[in-house]
């Protein structure tokens, strides 16, 4: 196994960071207290490029919006959110996506934007969280919300 100083380093400020969460909110909180005219004046000095970025860029993202690593990346995000618990995340999706039927009633998932009975979900016990097992099955909204 070769040590890898960069994924090191990224857990140690992750750690730091949980530890030390309210400290740090506290002193960002002082510091933008304690310079609120310094702020104002680089937000308007900038305010141009920002306009200039944002109408630039507002276009790019409304195309990264739609591709596959972007729906991915808010799926996985949103499951963490949350609370579900999987030891591979990206394994998780790939089932997500391919499965077709609910696993439960066997009634085929809709490819509707809205929500309906068919909707495909993943469903979790929202009351076992402590194990890191709480994804159980791919399911219709109906057999999600019937299902405790």
Same mark, same amino acid.
């Given at each position: 196994?070769?040590?890898?100083?960069?994924?090191?380093?990224?857990?140690?400020?992750?750690? *730091?960071?949980? #530890?030390?969460? !309210?400290?740090?909110? %506290?002193?960002? =909180?002082? /510091? &933008?207290?304690?310079? @609120?005219? +310094?702020?104002?004046?680089?937000?308007?000095a900038?305010?141009? *490029?920002?306009? #200039?970025?944002? !109408?630039?860029?507002? %276009?790019?993202? =409304?195309? /990264? &919006?739609e591709?596959? @690593?972007? +729906?991915?990346?808010?799926?996985?995000?949103?499951?963490?959110?949350?609370?579900?618990?999987?030891?591979?995340?990206?394994?998780l999706?790939? =089932?997500?996506?391919?499965t077709?039927?609910?696993?439960?009633?066997?009634?085929?998932?809709?490819?509707?934007?809205?929500?309906?009975?068919?909707?495909?979900?993943?469903?979790?016990?929202?009351?076992n969280?402590?194990?890191?097992?709480n994804?159980?099955?791919?399911?219709?909204?109906?057999?999600?919300?019937?299902?405790?």
């Open positions: 196994m070769v040590f890898d100083k960069r994924e090191y380093m990224k857990e140690y400020h992750k750690k *730091y960071n949980e #530890k030390n969460k !309210e400290r740090i909110k %506290e002193n960002n =909180k002082q /510091y &933008r207290e304690a310079n @609120k005219d +310094k702020i104002k004046e680089y937000r308007e900038n305010a141009e *490029y920002f306009k #200039k970025y944002r !109408e630039t860029h507002t %276009e790019y993202f =409304k195309k /990264y &919006r591709t596959e @690593k972007c +729906k991915k990346t808010f799926t996985i995000s949103a499951w963490k959110y949350i609370g579900v618990i999987h030891p591979n995340f990206d394994e999706y790939e =089932k997500y996506i391919n077709k039927n609910c696993e439960l009633c066997n009634v085929e998932f809709s490819t509707e934007i809205n929500r309906s009975s068919t909707t495909r979900c993943l469903d979790h016990d929202h009351y969280i402590t194990d890191g097992t994804f159980r099955n791919i399911v219709c909204h109906c057999c999600n919300t019937k299902r405790r």
